[in-house]
């Protein structure tokens, strides 16, 4: 089932993440539930704050994103052809590497793109869908995309890596995505 994504604003995504047990309720379903969101968004990662749910879990597929990339950029990134993953409990153990800009957007902040920088490789400790633990680094896009949703489960979005002066031309587009004022081609729900 397509579940709508929550817009900024939302408490729910400035909301330090719980950790969960094999046991959650309707997990396989959540999760299934999850990656169907993520496609109908036309998304590369979603974590379950973003569909109003403050548990730490998110899923991650870079596969799609060097999919659908141009020619010109095939075999531009160290980590293609990327990865699908489902993070539970996860917790960053540490960010290496020369930090580089790149142009980031969230499904929970529509139409808004701006350059973020973070390090190149992270490793991470976390239990995939059955509960198993990895401890793993990854590199590239798909290091971007696992921080940027682990922020998630940390009360943390992007826009925050931005300047003040930044956040303060972008206040009224904010605005309009928490007023439910932006028209977007996947469910999102707004804050009351």
């Not at 596969?63 to 052809?81: H, M, R, S, W």
């Not at 790149?102 to 991470?124: F, H, M, N």
């Amino acid at each position: 089932m397509i579940l709508p994504i929550v817009a900024y604003g939302s408490p729910v995504l400035r909301t330090v993440a719980k950790e969960i047990t094999p046991d959650y309720p309707n997990l396989e379903k959540l999760i299934a539930d999850m990656w169907e969101t993520l496609y109908a968004s036309n998304g590369v990662g979603l974590a379950a704050p973003q569909i109003n749910k403050d548990i730490r879990l998110f899923v991650v597929d870079s596969i799609q994103l060097f999919a659908n990339q141009d020619e010109e950029d095939k075999g531009k990134y160290a980590d293609e052809p990327g990865f699908k993953k489902v993070f539970i409990n996860a917790k960053i153990k540490e960010c290496n590497g020369e930090p580089w800009p790149y142009s980031e957007g969230c499904l929970s902040i529509p139409k808004i793109r701006e350059d973020v920088t973070r390090p190149a490789t992270v490793t991470i400790e976390y239990d995939d869908e059955n509960f198993i633990h990895h401890t793993d680094t990854f590199i590239g896009i798909t290091a971007r995309i696992i921080q940027h949703e682990y922020d998630h489960i940390e009360g943390k979005l992007f826009i925050d890596y931005l300047t003040p002066f930044k956040r303060k031309l972008l206040k009224g587009k904010l605005a309009d995505i928490t007023n439910g004022k932006i028209k977007v081609d996947y469910k999102m729900s707004f804050p009351k």
